[in-house]
């Protein structure tokens, strides 16, 4: 049986995340919250890693686009999905880097395609022959 | 600097011509004067002076002719020759009537007397003479005879003397006429040179005052104007202030026209600014709301009612985020997704959409349309937001209630392609001239909770549709949209 996979869900409305953390739970992720950049960070330098950052450009204090890069440039192969409503971001070159772009709205189906289709990759490359079981049993991105 | 001021050019061009008038004036005068003076010298020269040097110079032959006759007759004492000598006497007194007649010189006429006295003395004497020769006393006679010569010859002198006298007056009277010919001659040389110089000087100032400067001008002009330089350089000048003017006054407006644009820019700049944050910051938890919905959607068991009021929270939310997407619209162009779309349809929802408010108004919207008009190519959502508008703003304007008339009709442009026209009019109070002026403004509103973007937009919208927004109203005769949309080329 894999691990489930584990997503950040970063976003500054609370209730944004709550929403998106029971729909992900009703699919069977595990999630984590960050409300702000700072938070991000710190969840990506603690323990368990995140398979998968879902984060929102729209943050009050450090620019949205400004973490995304930070993110990119700590941890180059963390999947990444730009879920957000600044859609005049959507060919800025840090975002076309992202995995995915997904235009907010109430609707979440999208989203969760969009997670799917991630998690499909991300166990597919863990089912691989040789692939060394996580030492902690989170995250396939600590045998990298 | 001189203490006399400089005169101008006019001035200056003025003194000149009235100069050379003078000149003109003062050659004339004095040809006129001399020449009737000249005239008058000429016919006393005739009419007396002729006549009197004529006169003496025939008394000096008749008095020469009548010796001679007395010699004769004593000789051959033939009275012929006293018939002679009476006739030539009377014609030397008819001479020196004649002269006493013309010539009214006082020395004339003193000389005049003297040979008439000494005239008739020296016949007194020749005719006692004769008397002496009839009556035969020759040599009393012949002693007289003598004395008489001698008295002839003082009277030859005095005629002589008295026709000299005549000749040095006629002279005279040549060589005063000479002094004057040689004065008008004179004066007429003076005269004309003074005027040449003044002509020149003349001719000088409107060369070099007015001439040449305007010929520059008007070169300057032919070459801005790509116009020959030929033919009249004045009307071509004036044609160039002319144009000048039209220029200052096309700048002046342009440079109003171009304010004014400079401020509404300052205000779109401003209006962009506020709108993103606005717009940013509603939007977030907008967003969230509409999550929640569509979870509520999902797992909920609903009364019809309930469905009903949940549907309107949906649309209504649905609007709001179509409004704050507008908002969003003015930090960037929109991104029309159009369709093929038919504008009834459109209309059709809108008032569906507004049926509660319309209600709430007592407002009735009557719809005339027309089966098959063309479709259009356009943005179903943003449309949608400009009939909101429009029958919003008729809403909020007849405060009593009215009705609200939507009409479509197929139409042209001025360029000749075909559009689709709505007309929406209501019969609300209208707007005044000041107001409808500045209606299609962004931040104009006479609601107090009104933002003043909702025509702006509508206008924006309509636009980038291709298509025009126009707007008519009367005050007390309510107002009238007009959109014009073009046709689509698909069919």
Known sequence: MTEPLFILIADPNPYVRSFLVREMAARG????????????LAKLHGRPWPDLVVMELDFPVTIGLAVLEKVQNLIPTIPQIVYTHFTEYENHP?????DDFIEKNADPSELLHSISRVAARIMKLRTKPGARKPADGSSFFNQV | MSWWPRPGISARIFINLILLLCMVFGIGLTTIWYSSQLNSMLHRLIAEDMAAFQASREMETELANQKGFVTYYFLDHDPKWLNELAVHRGA?????????AVDKKPEHQALLDQIIEKYQKYVADKDQVI???QAGQREKGESLHWRVRERFFELNVLCIRYKEANQDHINSIRAEGQTKVDRIFTLTVVFMSAAIVLGVLLVFFLFTQILIPIRRLSRKTALENAQTASGNEVSVLSNHVHGLMENMDRARTELEQSQARLMNSE?????GKLATEVAHSIRNPMTSINMRLFSLRRNLELTDFQQEDFEVVAEEMRRLDNIVRNFLEFSRPHKLKKQQILLSRIIDMTVELLSYR?????????????TDISMIDGDPELLKEVFVNLIVNACEAMENGGEVVVSEEEAFFPDGRPCVRITVADNGPGMNEAVLCRALEPFETTKPSGTGLGLFIAVRIVEEHGGTLGLDSKEGEGTTFVLTFPVSREK
Request: aromatic share 10%; with cysteine.
């Open chain 2, 358 to 370: 319309l209600e709430l108004h007592c407002v009735s919207v009557i719809r005339k349309q027309k």
């Open chain 2, 267 to 271: 205000k779109m700049a401003m209006v």
């Open chain 1, 29 to 40: 992720y595990r999630t984590a919250e960050a409300a702000s950049g700072k938070e991000i």
């Open chain 2, 131 to 133: 008397e002496m020769y």
């Open chain 1, 94 to 98: 840090s975002v076309k880097k992202a």
């Open chain 2, 92 to 100: 030397f007194l008819d001479w020196y009537d004649r002269a006493v």
